[in-house]
Nanobody, 128 residues
Framework: EVQLQASGGGLVQAGGSLRLSCVAS????????IGWFRQFPGKGREGVGC?????????WYSDSVKGRFTVARDNAKDTVYLQMNKLKPEDTAVYYC????????????????????WGVGTLVTVSS
């Protein structure tokens, strides 16, 4: 069956970097988009960055992470990475990867409601 496994979370100081990984199995990987989302306490999940089925790096990022985070896929490994640089305390959240079949064009394919498959989140804590 299909599975998504996010990993790489941990504790990092503000200004530091961290890389999360999402390994997908059971999919036609080349045909899926993968999005990274994060959830703050008491709030719903918000988009971080999404890479479509025909892209190598994400074409959409939230304004709050743009220029600091990069989403890239490695189709040979069925893996999508979230590289986080210049981390801020407000980046502290549980991070999830999710999948859907389709592309990311502009904002289309970037909403959590559009994603069908979800992995278990990994906690990222940024200290000040």
């Amino acid at each position: 069956e299909v599975q998504l496994q996010a990993s790489g979370g941990g504790l990092v100081q503000a200004g530091g970097s961290l890389r999360l990984s999402c390994v997908a199995s059971g999919f036609d990987f080349d045909d899926i988009a993968i999005g990274w989302f994060r959830q703050f306490p008491g709030k719903g999940r918000e988009g971080v960055g999404c890479v479509g089925s025909e892209d190598i790096t994400a074409t959409w990022y939230s304004d709050s992470v743009k220029g600091r985070f990069t989403v890239a896929r490695d189709n040979a490994k069925d893996t999508v990475y979230l590289q986080m640089n210049k981390l801020k305390p407000e980046d502290t959240a549980v991070y999830y990867c999710a999948a859907r079949y389709g592309r990311v064009i502009g904002v289309v394919g970037t909403s959590p409601d559009e994603y069908d498959y979800w992995g278990v989140g990994t906690l990222v804590t940024v200290s000040s």
